[in-house]
């Protein structure tokens, strides 16, 4: 298999799945027409200060350990013998993008101002109009506020080092509402402070080939547009939210209902071929980046915050496919990464799953950790999760699904991984909408190599003991979490002394193997 990769006018990004026999190799070289360019011992590499519209010959050379005379196996053998060949794992051939035309926000005819009081939504949502194939909007070094913001196919959004693109906490400034899905329920929501796309879960990808780079920021209006939106929503449902009376307890909380037209900060509906690299995410009223019904969204060397935000995720696939994170920092109010497909019985209808999700190189430094779920009615399947560390979080590594989900996960491997916990289970909370006909199938997943700490990263940056490992099925004959293995697993931390914990229940076909506690 080839590498994946992207291109630019002046670099190119190359990205790779972990081989399997990753175990016995300590890196890769990388090799640009004939000579050496890097070493790295990540799954991904840059190239940068490339020349525009030339084609580069790039190979990658794996670098085997250094084992034991003794050590005979054929997969060391094989290592060696490859390295004393000097023959390429992967070879591809890339050519750089043409220049592209920059249209400077700050001049003719656009004239905004990045002095962080001046409206300009008007002025930069027509340089993004203006904006066709070839062409870049430009946004130097200055804070430009706006809202809501519409993107379209084949353009791509360039903020230089020092731009804030910052939305406003103002809800009107967010309107008119498009459609979108929040927690599984399609429902006019107020716009993103970017939209890409539009809703349909019958229909193709309308929005194509759009590119959001630089070392700039992108900020919306965080907990106060959040606070402001629900209490907005709430005296408009008010007559709604009565009637459910009690039912309103199955919600998550109060403000559940109301609170799912809040806006994300970057909303991608049928997408394909989006990439967002190497920029600061922050503040979204809700998720972060949230991509519905699309396809092939990469999103690399980004850093997200969204600290003290409810439902604060960083990156949410969502009924999506190929989707890629690597290389990206968590600060966030909950899950760092959620990969979701919808919840019952719209989720189970629209029957869409979420397939082909990677997330490696990637740290959580405040927040929950990686999620499957809970809501994967439409299924979950293939995501590859490698070389994270979700240490410094609330649940780790966490897989979900309340009864009433339907659907499935399966498929899911998590390698090389440092982690608060393992959280593969049934839940209770957020439990409204009618039931599926029979509940989630949870199935054939690999953990492999984990460093489990048995201890989280509270909310109030403290560490509390938890149980390092739970698992839990559904109470139904036919659905309990089956065909798990774990594999070369170290629970604990050097020095402690208390005692850890694994927790099983409805379960079948779970393996251990080489798991030690220290």
């Not at 039912?247 to 997408?271: A, D, F």
């Not at 009924?319 to 994170?325: A, I, M, Q, R, Y």
């Not at 799953?353 to 999620?371: E, N």
């Not at 897989?399 to 339907?406: A, D, E, N």
């Amino acid at each position: 298999m080839e590498p994946y990769f992207y291109a630019t006018e002046d670099s190119i990004t190359l990205y790779w799945e972990l081989p399997e026999d990753s175990g016995v190799y300590e890196g890769y070289r990388i090799l640009v027409d004939g000579r050496e360019a890097g070493i790295t011992n990540r799954t991904h590499y840059e190239l940068t200060g490339l020349e525009a519209e030339r084609n580069y010959e790039i190979s990658l050379y794996r670098i085997p350990k250094t084992f034991k005379e003794n050590d005979g196996s054929k997969a060391r053998g094989n290592a060696v013998e490859e390295a004393e060949q000097e023959c390429p794992w992967k070879r591809v051939s890339i050519t750089t993008t043409p220049h592209r035309r920059r249209l400077n926000v700050t001049q003719s005819p656009y004239r905004a101002a990045g002095d962080r009081h001046t409206m300009n939504t008007l002025v930069l949502q027509q340089a993004i109009d203006d904006c066709g194939p070839g062409e870049t909007v430009y946004l130097p070094a200055g804070v430009y506020r706006t809202g809501a913001l519409r993107l379209h196919s084949d353009m791509e959004l360039y903020l230089e080092e020092g731009a804030v693109l910052l939305g406003t906490d103002n809800p009107e400034d967010y309107l008119p509402r498009i459609w979108s899905r929040f927690e599984g329920t399609e429902l006019p929501c107020y716009q993103s402070l970017l939209n890409l796309g539009e809703l349909d879960h019958d229909a193709g990808y309308n929005c194509k080939n759009v590119v959001i780079r630089g070392g700039g920021t992108i900020e919306s209006g965080g907990r106060t547009l959040a606070e402001r939106v629900i209490a907005d929503e709430t005296v408009r449902l008010k007559d709604y939210l009565e009637e459910l009376g009690d039912m309103i307890q199955e919600c998550e909380k109060p403000e559940t209902i109301p609170g799912r037209v809040r806006p994300r900060l970057i909303n991608m509906s049928n997408c394909q071929n989006i990439t967002l690299s190497h920029v600061t995410l922050k503040n979204g009223a809700s998720w972060n980046v949230h991509m519905i019904y699309s396809d092939h969204i990469v999103t690399d060397h980004c850093i997200f915050y969204s600290e003290n935000i409810w439902n604060g995720d960083g990156w949410d696939p969502d009924s999506s496919t190929d989707c890629t994170v690597f290389g990206c920092t968590f600060y966030t109010g909950d899950d760092s990464v959620a990969i979701k497909s919808g919840k019952n019985p719209e989720g189970n209808t629209v029957n869409r799953p979420s397939a082909r999700i990677r997330v490696f190189d990637c740290q959580c430094a405040f927040g929950h950790g990686i999620c499957i779920g809970s809501e994967m009615s439409g299924g979950v399947e293939d995501v590859s999760i490698w070389d994270c560390d979700m240490g410094n979080s609330l649940c780790g590594i966490e897989i979900k699904g309340t009864k009433k989900r339907g659907g499935y996960v399966r498929g899911v491997k998590v390698v090389n991984v440092r982690s608060a916990r393992v959280l593969f289970h049934s839940v209770g909370y957020n439990d409204d909408g009618v039931a599926a006909k029979e509940p989630p199938v949870f199935e054939n997943c690999r953990f492999e190599n984990l460093e489990i700490l048995g201890e989280y990263y509270s909310r109030h940056r403290g560490y509390q003991e938890c149980e390092a490992i739970e698992l839990c099925g559904f109470d139904m004959s036919g659905h309990e979490l089956r065909n798990i293995i774990f594999r070369n697993i170290t629970i604990g931390k050097e020095g402690q002394s208390r005692k850890q914990t694994i927790s099983l229940q409805f379960c079948e076909d779970i393996t251990l193997e080489r798991v030690r506690c220290l």
